[in-house]
């Protein structure tokens, strides 16, 4: 059986993206951005906090971490939990040692069962993104679409209410969208999602409810990607991290200013083993001195006055 | 009919060949073969292969490879620049469509352009012949019209092919296959009509297999390209050795690994008797030097 004729057919084969979400850009031959102080990085930590329910159902995209053993799988829901008990705690140990600032990605369902990381995430003047409800409601297509506006006005107003702050962030479960996803969010005030790997700098994204923006959530030197599928040894995670820095740095003094960002995830970074890792590259950047610890939104809003 | 053996090359004996003498007593034809691509968000289905991991549109995925084209192919380009290596690129024909920019700065160097197909996600397999010619002969005309450049190079898209592929290749003009990993030199290819050679392309060193797949650091991709050069610099003593490394600027191109990608670059360019070369003047350096030799060879291999 031959291929159908319709699969040499290109319908999008011309100068753009195969797609109207946004438009291409070269990365170095945009306008240089300067950030406060003329710093040349701006670190932006974005710690998530993600539920994994014991009976999250073994179906669609499994999510990083997702439990996959035989139910009642309590090896995979109690180390997801000590991320949300005990690593977290670390992590925030960490990050007021040293002054800075985070952007909390959080499960809305997490934030109404351990206030208390709310009431922290608070204390230290960190920003709250939603993260969905909880780790078992993946965003994909062949969800409804009123189902999943559900979705995601359940996680934003529940964060909203118990937090107090606007939330303006959004970060997709697993970074998995449905084809309605960035509509929706924007839809409830969204300003920037986290989902889009593809960029070093943030850029605008169209949706049927105006602009928003996708801020680089560096995957690559996420400990998702370098811990838990790479399984790098803490050192070799210092390395790649401040080697992903270092250039970045550089990079600054001729492209303007650039953006590290921190992806670290409680269950895998704030274990014992690692955190000192996590410390150490804390640590490497703030003695180069020239970095501009911030949130997600303060970054977004500097960038955005500048365009 | 699923074959034991698709016949393409016959066996010739590693050491004691024709001696292949590159330009200027070079002991090693390296060269470097970026895979400048595009995968679509939401590519039409082939019954062979499903092209995301998750339903699409699969946001995560697209986007990591998007990342080449937007950040990672103009590091990748300033370090080649810097150590004068040219690249030979194995292009998704569309890319030039989409990003003319991306085809412009490889045509204004000099870069050589060879097929990677039209897209990433569109595979070869389950083409009948007709369909197979005919996307040749798109892809053919595009590289024509961006680089003005004959199309030489051929590494299937996504490593997808069909039992014919080779065949056609040869009837279209294309003189070199990358898809045949079963040496270190080049060697002819056994075609129904013309003339076919397959050149050394990497899966041992491929930034893919490597730093995606692998899980290797950027610090042992650089060791790994090292041993790779140092083995066949050695025995390239004894007779032109080729060695390729393949990119991906959504991977080589990420900033932790830039560092690793230069030392390696330093490393290879720092010695003498290497051959700097495109693909195709390797193709076309063995097909007017080493061709006849390698096929008497092998004829006089068969008879004893």
């Given at each position: 059986m031959p291929l159908p004729s319709t699969y040499f057919e290109y319908p999008f084969r011309r100068p753009?993206?195969?797609?109207?979400?946004?438009?291409?850009?070269?990365?170095?031959?945009?306008?240089?951005?300067?950030?406060p102080r003329?710093?040349?990085?701006?670190?932006?930590?974005?710690?998530?906090?993600?539920?994994?329910?014991?009976?999250?159902?073994?179906?669609?995209?499994?999510?990083?971490?997702?439990?996959?053993?035989?139910?009642p799988d309590f090896w995979n829901y109690t180390l997801r939990d000590y991320g949300n008990r005990v690593g977290a705690a670390r992590i925030f140990r960490a990050l007021e040692a040293r002054g800075l600032k985070a952007s909390v990605a959080m499960s809305s369902r997490l934030a109404e069962r351990y206030p208390h990381l709310l009431q922290e995430a608070n204390r230290l003047?960190?920003?709250?993104?939603?993260?969905?409800?909880?780790?078992?409601?993946?965003?994909?297509?062949?969800?409804?679409?009123?189902?999943?506006?559900?979705?995601?006005?359940q996680s934003f107003h529940t964060l909203r209410r118990l937090s107090g702050q606007e939330v303006k962030g959004w970060y997709s479960p697993a970074y998995s969208e449905s084809h309605d996803t960035l509509d929706l969010v924007a839809a409830e005030g969204c300003e920037y999602v986290c989902d889009w790997v593809n960029d070093d700098m943030p850029y605008r994204l169209e949706t049927k409810a105006g602009p928003i923006h996708a801020m680089p959530h560096a995957y690559e030197i996420s400990d998702l990607q370098l811990f838990h599928f790479y399984k790098y040894k803490p050192a070799q995670f210092v390395e790649q991290v401040m080697d992903h820095f270092e250039l970045l740095y550089r990079e600054a003094?001729?492209?303007?200013?650039?953006i590290v960002a921190l992806s670290l995830r409680p269950w895998i970074s704030g274990v014992p083993h690692r955190i000192a890792a996590v410390e150490q590259v804390l640590e490497a950047m703030l003695r180069r001195g020239g970095v501009w610890s911030a949130s997600g939104r303060e970054i977004l809003a500097a960038w955005k006055a500048q365009q | 009919m699923p074959v034991e053996d698709p016949g393409l090359?016959?066996?010739?004996?590693?050491?004691?060949?024709?001696?292949?003498?590159?330009?200027?007593?070079?002991?090693?034809?390296?060269?470097?073969?970026?895979?400048?691509?595009?995968?679509e968000l939401d590519p039409p289905p082939n019954p062979s292969r499903t092209p995301w991991p998750r339903p699409v549109p699969d946001v995560l995925h697209y986007a990591s490879r998007d990342y080449g084209n937007r950040a990672g192919i103009w590091r990748m380009m300033a370090a080649m620049d810097r150590y004068g290596v040219r690249g030979s690129i194995s292009l998704?024909?569309?890319?030039?469509?989409?990003?003319?920019?991306?085809?412009?700065?490889?045509?204004?160097?000099?870069?050589?352009?060879?097929?990677?197909?039209?897209?990433?996600?569109?595979?070869?397999?389950?083409?009948?012949?007709?369909?197979?010619?005919?996307?040749?002969?798109?892809v053919k005309a595009s590289i024509f019209k961006w680089s003005g450049q004959q199309l030489s190079g051929w590494l299937a898209p996504a490593l997808t092919l069909t039992e014919r592929t080779m065949d056609l290749l040869a009837e279209a003009g294309v003189t070199y296959t990358l898809d045949l990993f079963h040496d270190d030199q080049p060697l002819p290819v056994n075609v129904r009509k013309g003339r076919l050679i397959s050149v050394p392309y990497s899966l041992e060193i491929n930034d893919f297999t490597t730093l995606f797949q692998g899980n290797c650091t950027p610090r042992d991709y650089t060791d790994t390209i090292k041993a790779q050069f140092d083995r066949l610099y050695m025995e390239g003593a004894e007779g032109g050795r080729v060695m390729c490394l393949p990119l991906h600027p959504f991977l080589v191109g990420q900033p932790h690994r830039m560092k690793q990608f230069e030392e390696a670059l330093d490393y290879i360019t720092s010695h003498d008797g290497v051959w700097l070369a495109t693909g195709r003047e390797i193709a076309t350096h063995y097909l007017t030097h080493c061709y006849d030799a390698f096929v008497a060879a092998i004829a006089a291999h068969k008879k004893a």
């Open positions: 753009g993206m195969d797609h109207a979400r946004y438009a291409y850009s070269n990365l170095f031959e945009r306008k240089p951005v300067r950030w003329g710093a040349p990085v701006a670190l932006w930590i974005v710690p998530t906090l993600e539920f994994f329910p014991l009976d999250m159902a073994p179906k669609g995209v499994k999510p990083p971490g997702g439990l996959d053993r035989p139910y003047d960190f920003e709250i993104v939603g993260h969905g409800i909880d780790m078992q409601h993946v965003h994909t297509s062949g969800i409804a679409a009123e189902t999943e506006r559900d979705w995601v006005r003094a001729t492209s303007g200013g650039r | 090359y016959d066996y010739l004996p590693y050491y004691d060949r024709p001696k292949i003498e590159w330009p200027n007593g070079a002991r090693l034809a390296f060269w470097c073969a970026p895979n400048i691509e595009h995968y998704n024909v569309a890319v030039c469509d989409h990003f003319p920019d991306v085809a412009r700065a490889c045509s204004e160097r000099g870069w050589e352009f060879f097929s990677h197909g039209v897209y990433n996600t569109r595979y070869t397999y389950n083409m009948s012949e007709e369909q197979e010619r005919a996307f040749i002969e798109d």
